[in-house]
């Protein structure tokens, strides 16, 4: 299922005009669970106080994060006080008080920051949603009606009593909306009336999800998407729909619509996370993991409660798998990997060779990269030491020179293969076959250095003279690094410290590396690059 639905992300729909799908590239998502910290693992609400803490509402009690580890607020059997009035949290609310406001299966709790106790309100009430009228009173959606708190003295009223309110929305100018399992409504406070609005929708079209953006207001469709909704009059202005854009959605809930501080939508389905601009009309998806594979995902089907935290991360709960950090800070990176095109994780060089890029791995030879097409090759050979790739020089145009765990390969771009080297090249080759070659570079005097584990060794490429530096100058062993500056000095970082050498004498000077007016020296050079 999760491959077909994938499969249509990229289908454009030309009713929808500027409407564009695409995969999310650049996020890193962390789990937790049962396993890391959650007493359980289904997740309804997440928020965060004014210290940072973050607050997490499940189905077995209320969790306080601190970014190292979880306390547990639990009801307690037989007692009312300093215990939750249930253990099935729907709704959290912090303002901007000592207060936390935790809506249960079993009532309204009320916890206080400062000194940790716990008050309670509406015993055997289910509270749904909580929203503020201002700082001293709260709207609350039960299943008892549409309720005012007035907070301050503990007094609350049922402006729309006998209905099973499902969400409410303040939407200023004295009006509430509110939603119920068969309609839309709004509560007109001066004139102490309620009526019904969209009336077009019907209980099958499941909206329980509604939020307000400045004049407009987002309506989750159940097994449909979006409506774009007018604030003020109620009437629809655009509907999107999901369905047209993804097919394979089939029949799917929303189960939370969030706007995040840069003004875009995110909506929480079945298999994933969709994220729409309302400037750009651009959609991004985000799918979950359904089946558990890949490192690096969002995990949970469904996914319920999303919250943006202080700091600019996603907190997303789950119905089943606990909760989802995730980090959107990424989005000038790419991340490519084993998910979308390589066929190994672990790198260990890069060279470019015209639009393609060579990826040198650890184990799984050579990946090609096409950056215009965006295919992807690979190439391995027999002997696994050798598709160990620790550096690449380009020799020639398109023709690469790779060291290897164990010895030298030649790799033809062009071809995307390893091929032989020319029979004056092979006294080289040869001699380093079983060798471990940590790093190879190219000068401008087409002579090839090469760090290895016995050793540094030049090349000559129009001679073929090759030259074992450790037996002439007793240099050290492992060399990790050479780079050319404009003078024609080669720079060698090794790990007993950093070497210059210089053409015009045909020798080397160490050259010492250290803080000054302190005692600590730099020895182990893994790299060096000239700015």
Request: one cysteine or more.
């Amino acid at each position: 299922m999760l491959n077909r639905f994938c499969a249509w992300l990229f289908v454009f729909c030309g009713c929808f005009g500027m409407l564009r799908a695409q995969v999310f590239q650049n996020v890193w998502v962390e789990n937790f669970d049962n396993r890391n910290g959650l007493t359980q693992n289904t997740v309804w609400s997440i928020t965060q106080d004014n210290r940072g803490l973050l607050w997490i509402g499940t189905d077995d009690g209320l969790l306080r994060y601190d970014g190292y580890q979880f306390k547990v607020y639990r009801s307690v059997i037989g007692k009312t006080e300093n215990g939750l009035s249930g253990n099935s949290i729907r709704n959290l609310y912090y303002g901007k008080g000592p207060y936390l406001w935790v809506s249960t299966s079993g009532g309204l709790s009320q916890l206080n920051l400062l000194t940790d106790s716990i008050k309670n309100f509406f015993p055997a009430v289910r509270v749904r949603r909580i929203i503020p009228r201002d700082s001293n009173s709260l709207w609350l959606a039960t299943n008892k009606g549409l309720c005012y708190f007035d907070v301050k003295h503990e007094r609350y009223f049922y402006k729309v009593p006998n209905q099973n309110v499902l969400n409410v929305v303040d939407l200023g100018d004295d009006k509430i909306l509110f939603t119920t399992y068969e309609k839309c409504w709004v509560l007109d406070i001066k004139r102490n009336r309620y009526y019904p609005i969209l009336n077009n929708l019907s209980i099958a079209d499941g909206i329980w999800t509604i939020i307000r953006q400045g004049n407009r207001l987002w309506l989750g469709v159940e097994n449909f998407g979006l409506w774009m909704i007018d604030g003020k009059t109620f009437q629809v202005i655009r509907k999107y729909d999901f369905r047209k854009q993804f097919p394979a959605l089939g029949n799917f809930p929303i189960r939370d619509i969030y706007e995040t501080r840069n003004g875009k939508i995110w909506i929480s389905i079945h298999v994933g996370l969709l994220c729409f601009d309302p400037v750009t009309e651009k959609l991004e998806f985000l799918p979950s993991d359904v089946e558990y594979q890949r490192l690096n995902s969002l995990k949970g089907s469904p996914l319920n409660d999303i919250f943006e935290d202080a700091s600019g991360l996603l907190w997303v709960g789950s119905n089943n798998s606990g909760i989802n950090k995730i980090n959107l800070r990424l989005e000038k990176f790419r991340t490519i990997n084993q998910d979308n095109g390589l066929n190994y994780n672990f790198i260990l060089s890069f060279a470019e060779s015209g639009n393609k890029l060579l990826i040198g791995t650890d184990g799984k030879g050579i990946n090609v990269w096409n950056r215009n097409t965006n295919q992807f090759s690979a190439a391995e050979v027999k002997e696994k030491q050798q598709n160990r790739v620790f550096s690449m020089s380009e020799v020639q145009p398109g023709l690469f020179w790779c060291a290897t765990f164990q010895g030298l390969l030649q790799f033809d771009s062009r071809l995307q293969k390893y091929t032989s080297p020319a029979p004056e090249h092979r006294i080289l080759f040869d001699s380093l076959q079983r060798i471990p070659v940590r790093k190879i570079y190219r000068d401008s005097h087409q002579r090839i250095w090469m760090g290895t584990e016995q050793g540094m060794f030049t090349y000559d490429f129009n001679t073929h003279q090759l030259t074992n530096w450790l037996k002439k100058n007793e240099q050290g062993n492992l060399v990790s690094s050479f780079k050319e500056d404009k003078n024609g000095t080669i720079w060698i970082g090794k790990r007993d410290g950093l070497q210059a050498y210089s053409y015009q004498k045909n020798n080397f000077n160490s050259v010492p590396l250290s803080i000054p007016n302190a005692k600590i020296a730099f020895e182990d050079i893994s790299d060096v690059n000239i700015t």
